[in-house]
């Protein structure tokens, strides 16, 4: 029972032989994209919304996978099975392949599709109550049209640099701006505020990833008695929120207590919060497909 990775038709058990060439266009410019799902006692929760994102992003970048989205399913599957996980984390990449340097990527004949299945390290349940500390971060959220964030890709650098900011300043985590000075998300997660018993995130167009733990959040947000919005938010209104939490397939649903030195709210997990997490928690077992 352990790591088990996957790489273009076999299974590696031995973390050192899973291994890809140098010659990778994944490797040598970022050439490739990728999708990060969590395994709840053996449920590969929203499965099929990871593995349609994965194929919007792959054709938007016009990376074509040669593999139908049902045998990738069934390798993910097999994967799973096979490090006998019940409770894991699978790192999806499908990258441009190997090819001789050079942008061109007619030089890759076949694209590289690796599913990694390992443990999870999450963050300590305390943090769930106690909520992040939070900063703005310098660096700011690349425009979509240049890379369009909603492409999940292999090349993290913007993201990186933000977190490399947040690790210096010695916060939990980091809120990217746009361009606009207008709120995008976390280094890794989306980010959510309650005001006045409405829920607000963010809108696609302000350049962010479209999570699917965000997704799953605003479905489950009406059946709470919450009103939901997607609308511009400011820093001023992340400082002024009656909660802010933050939401992704790694996190789950983590509150935000603090922002920039102002607290927020009461300084700890709130109701609303509260409530979207355990409905959230009943889901993860059941939606998605059975190993
Ligand atoms: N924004 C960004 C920039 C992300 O990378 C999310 C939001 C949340 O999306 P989901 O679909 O997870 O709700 C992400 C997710 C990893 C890893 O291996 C990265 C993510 C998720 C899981 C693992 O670094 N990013």
């Known amino acids: 029972m352990a790591t088990c990775v996957y790489i273009n038709g076999k299974i590696y058990t031995e973390r ?15 050439d490739g994209v990728f999708e990060g799902i969590r395994v709840y006692e053996g449920n590969i929760f929203k499965c099929q919304e990871h593995i349609d994102r994965l194929y919007e992003s792959a054709k938007t970048i016009y990376l074509d996978i040669q593999m139908e989205r049902e045998e990738m399913i069934s390798i993910m599957v097999d994967t799973v099975r096979k490090s006998g996980l019940r409770n894991a984390y699978i790192r999806l990449i499908v990258s441009r392949g190997v ?6 990527y007619r030089l890759c004949k076949k694209p590289t599709v690796v599913i990694i299945v390992d443990k999870i390290t999450l963050y300590p349940p305390e943090r769930y109550e106690k909520g992040l500390k939070v900063i703005t971060t310098a660096t700011r959220r690349n425009k979509p049209d240049s890379l369009n964030c909603q492409i999940k890709s292999c090349n993290y650098l913007n993201n990186i640099l933000a977190k490399i900011e947040v690790i210096r300043a010695g916060a939990d985590e ?10 995008t998300e976390a280094t890794a997660d989306n980010i959510f505020i309650i005001k006045n018993n409405i829920l607000i ?46 939401t992704g397939s790694a996190a789950e649903l983590i509150p935000v207590v603090e922002c920039d030195g102002r607290s927020i709210g009461k300084g700890c997990a709130g109701p609303v919060f509260k409530g979207l997490l355990q409905r959230f928690r009943e889901l993860t077992k059941t939606v998605g497909v059975q190993v």
């Open 201 to 246: 995130t963010p809108p696609s167009y302000f350049g962010i990833l479209v999570g699917i733990t965000r997704q799953t959040v605003l479905d489950i947000a009406p059946e709470q008695g919450l009103k939901v919005e997607t609308a511009g938010l400011l820093v001023h209104d992340i400082y002024n929120s009656d909660e802010c939490f933050l």
């Open 99 to 104: 090819g001789d340097l050079g942008l061109d």
């Open 174 to 183: 980091g809120i990217m701006l746009n361009n606009s000075g207008y709120v």
């Open 16 to 30: 050192e032989q899973a291994t890809v060439s140098v010659f990778d266009h994944g490797f040598l410019y970022g």
